[in-house]
């Protein structure tokens, strides 16, 4: 297949419904596929995981299945996404059926930082202005009584799941690397983003684009774009 199949795993509290705009503004060539994890959209009546490793279990075969017929396929994750895309990077090392090309981390320090918001634990009224303070982002829903009361537990276990990330004990990927943040970003520096670079023997590159530590929200086909672009450059180089 000529297309690239971008898949991107979620942040915290986010459904596969947040990726659907990108179909539309992706450019041509680059497919979007979102990932359903348990606890959320058609998945909600399932429990919400609270390990990155049951989350990466939980991905593979869905990794699998989407990747089938591509020839470039790239993963892309923002906060705890980027922390179930390389440990999803990690597994498929070993599988070279599986043509990964690219890693797009966004949002988010190096796998060894120990900096993690400490909010799960927190009762939901203390919970949710931790969070909505740190990520100076407030989910649509957790101002409608019904639909909070059914994210609340699925965003406690996706930030339990961030603070209790541990990497896993594994060499470099060989991977290129890209690591994204708002310019405007108060909760990830750039220098923790590039602690990135260490996690890769092959091309890293630090990327910044307008906005906060949420600018996927308001500059959607800017982060597309920017993907498109490098995954184009990854195709050239391997020719």
Not at 9 to 17: E, T
Not at 98 to 117: E, M, V
Not at 190 to 211: I, K, N, S, V, Y
């Amino acid at each position: 297949m000529n297309s690239t199949l971008l898949l991107c795993l979620p942040h915290a509290g986010a459904g596969p419904s947040f990726f659907l705009p990108w179909k539309s503004l992706a450019p041509a060539g680059l497919d979007i596929a979102p990932a359903a994890l348990p606890g959320r959209e058609e998945r909600f009546t399932e429990p919400p995981l609270d390990r990155v490793a049951q989350a990466v279990e939980d991905l593979l075969p869905w990794v699998r299945e989407q990747a089938a017929g591509y020839d470039r396929v790239a993963l892309f994750g923002h906060g705890l996404g980027a922390v179930l895309a390389f440990e999803v990077a990690g597994r498929l090392a070993g599988e070279p059926t599986i043509p990964l090309r690219g890693l797009f981390l966004s949002g988010s320090a190096g796998p060894a930082s120990r900096d993690r918001l400490d909010a799960a634990g927190l009762p939901d009224a203390e919970f949710m202005d931790r969070v909505e303070q740190a990520l100076g982002y407030r989910h649509p829903a957790l101002d409608n009584p019904v639909l909070r009361e059914r994210l609340l537990p699925t965003l406690r276990a996706d930030h339990a799941m961030h603070e209790r990330y541990r990497p896993s004990a594994r060499g470099r990927l060989r991977v290129p690397i890209t690591a994204i943040r708002g310019a405007d970003d108060q909760l990830i520096a750039a220098d923790r983003l590039a602690e990135w670079r260490d996690c890769t023997t092959g091309d890293f590159q630090l990327a910044c684009l307008p906005g906060g530590h949420m600018y996927l929200l308001d500059f959607p086909a800017a982060l597309l774009g920017l993907i498109d672009s490098r995954l184009r450059g990854a195709v050239r180089s391997v020719r």
